[in-house]
């Protein structure tokens, strides 16, 4: 289903031929002339849409679609589109819309268009014709963009999920809406709340510069802070769109535990990002270098540990950078006040890097970072570390979205749900199985054994302690990084057997890797009681009972790099008949039909606005 808000013209395909309807700026500071439109959305064969934008004009995408610039130069988030060159992109209402702007670009000359022109299908030849002499739009001005209805494992797993039912726009963007057609909505301005990414002239600024910097050194680092809700992740997810037009990669070091761009909570993670980012962090998907679990949303647990990881993360990073000659960004935690601030000051010492970014909101100044270059005492610009370090910072504002309710709806500890429920219930970029539905692996405690972190339990109550909850594989960890705990992923303890001491694990993670896990680590991850047991279907809710049947892990999707390793040891095995009765998380009841076998071909909603 596609929506569609503001300023925008509609006509069915084919478009038939005649003038466009006079269209006024609501505002009455300019009217257009008839046949130009700020945008123009056409149905087109194959359950598609195209739209033209006139340069200057931007739309905002809330749902999902596959985006393809045909004609023109448009960017997205920072990211430039290119030609044959499709992107994916999630844009849920836990954050603001995604912008797609068309810009002017570098005309191109009469024959090379022609040239560009004749390489496209017919049907688009003829839509294009069609646009150009019915609104006597010059050739090569608009942005031509198809748009293409894609349902995502991702989006299924999230609206899964009863209080994400409408996260995609299903409900609650509809409200006042026009219905034009089966596929279309179209709101007039300002009928909808749905914020859109605003991204300031000085962040676009702060992103070249850096830009700039990575030509004449191209392992330049780039670090992120400010306060919670600062708009941190905004900034680096632009900054590292902006970069993948001039780089293959970027390297990306997530250091705030509480909301991680990539996989699940709790961790500090080094990451390889090859495609834009686009919405919810939910929705990203990267190759992991390495990952150190800490068990905890905040660093307050054990400010030291958390230190030495940081430090540890950081030479990875900047080993592997070095290795493929691409940049790094940092994005850091929001707590800044306290003992956060030492700690942040701790971690730009040991990250040392060209570029530090300060965002400050506009409208709420405590809640703010001090300004790092005034600090007093052993601060990073103290004379005993800028004799070697002297890095550039540009302190920047941003608007606060403590006003729009579109976005408080959704807590921090929904996206930790959302970010959970993606990386369990899609097993494979292309499959969704929820958690409660996958037959869960054989964990002996014995040969494999567990680390409670963060707290002190007896031994004859650690059963009791890890059933249902989420941990950590860990994996032997290299003499330099004694006392930490590098990871190759997480499990959902679906079971357990005392008994037996035996653990049963729903894990995303590839068999032939689970040989490498040496111990398993429990921090103080909440796990979502939904995501436990229960799936919304379009007509009804049940919960599931333990699986029946063990899904394919042979292709089991992971970000972590591929390994070449034995089989699996007697270890961590397929859970038997005789353990499936042991205590379930999920109560049994008769099974409903798969969701993973559904044959539903349901389009997802995507929704345009200006």
């Not at 999902?64 to 448009?74: C, P």
């Not at 030509?215 to 632009?238: E, N, P, Y």
């Not at 600090?375 to 990073?380: A, E, T, W």
């Not at 205590?583 to 345009?608: G, K």
């Amino acid at each position: 289903m596609m929506r569609l808000f503001g300023e925008i013209h509609v006509a069915p395909w084919p478009m038939e031929p005649e003038k466009t309807e006079v269209t006024e700026n609501p505002d009455g500071e300019r009217k257009r002339k008839s046949g130009e439109p700020a945008a123009v959305a056409l149905r087109f064969p194959r359950e598609a849409f195209v739209i033209f934008v006139q340069p200057g004009v931007s739309v905002s995408l809330v749902g999902q679609a596959r985006v393809e610039l045909i004609m023109g130069a448009a960017d997205m988030m920072g990211y430039r589109l290119r030609p044959q060159r499709p992107v994916t992109v999630h844009s849920p209402m836990s954050s603001s819309a995604v912008v797609l702007s068309a810009t002017r670009g570098q005309p191109l000359a009469r024959e090379k268009y022609l040239a560009e022109f004749e390489k496209l299908p017919q049907d688009m030849q003829t839509l294009i014709n069609r646009f150009n002499s019915i609104t006597q739009t010059p050739e090569q001005t608009a942005a031509v963009i198809l748009l293409k209805a894609e349902q995502s494992c991702v989006h299924r797993a999230a609206t899964s999920l009863r209080h994400f039912a409408d996260l995609f726009g299903t409900a609650t963007s509809a409200t006042r809406a026009q219905h034009i057609l089966r596929t279309l909505w179209m709101h007039t301005p300002g009928a909808t709340e749905i914020p859109m990414v605003d991204i300031p002239v000085p962040w676009v600024e702060a992103a070249g510069r850096f830009a700039r910097m990575t030509m004449q050194r191209r392992t330049s680092i780039l670090a992120a802070v400010g306060g919670k809700d600062s708009g941190k992740s905004t900034f680096v997810r632009f900054t590292i769109n902006r970069l993948l037009f001039t780089h293959p990669r970027v390297i990306f070091v997530e250091t705030d535990l509480g909301q991680s761009e990539f996989g699940v909570p709790g961790c500090v993670t080094v990451n390889e990002v090859t495609e834009p980012l686009f919405g919810s962090a939910f929705t990203h998907t990267a190759t992991q270098v390495c990952s150190y679990f800490l068990g905890s949303v905040s660093p307050r647990q054990d400010p030291e540990l958390y230190v030495r990881t940081c430090a540890a993360a950081f030479a990875r990073a900047r080993a592997h950078a070095a290795k493929i000659n691409v940049p790094i960004v940092v994005n850091t935690q929001g707590w800044v006040k306290g003992l956060g601030l030492p700690l942040l000051m701790d971690l730009l010492r040991a990250l040392c890097p060209a570029l530090i970014v300060q965002l400050n909101v506009i409208d709420n100044p405590g809640r703010n970072l001090p300004d790092i270059t005034t600090l007093p005492g052993d601060s990073i610009f103290s004379e005993a570390v800028s004799s070697t370090w002297r890095p550039t910072v540009h302190v920047l504002e941003t608007p606060s979205r403590d006003g729009l309710p579109a976005l408080r709806r959704y807590l921090p500890k929904d996206h930790r749900t959302l970010a959970l429920q993606a990386y369990f219930a899609c097993p494979t970029p292309d499959v969704f199985l929820p958690p409660s539905q996958q037959s869960p692996l054989a964990v002996s405690t014995i040969d494999v054994p567990v680390r409670i972190l963060h707290a002190q339990v007896a031994p004859s109550e650690h059963f009791a302690a890890l059933n249902g909850v989420v941990v950590a594989l860990g994996i032997a960890s290299d003499p330099s990084e004694a006392n930490l705990f590098p990871v190759i992923g997480h499990g959902l303890v679906r079971a357990v057997d005392p008994a037996t001491s035996t653990l049963f694990i729903v894990t995303p993670v590839p068999p032939a890797l689970l040989s490498e896990v040496t111990v398993i680590l429990r921090g103080d991850i909440e796990t979502p009681v939904e995501m436990l047991i229960q799936v919304r279907t379009a007509s009804h809710s049940f919960l599931l009972p333990p699986p029946s049947r063990s899904p394919s892990h042979a292709h089991a999707h992971t970000h972590t790099h591929a390994i070449s390793v034995p089989v699996p040891t007697s270890r961590i095995s397929p859970a038997t008949s005789r353990h499936r009765a042991s205590r379930a998380v999920a109560p049994a009841r008769p099974a409903p039909p798969s969701c993973a076998a559904s044959t539903s071909q349901s389009i997802s909603p995507v929704c345009v606005c200006v």
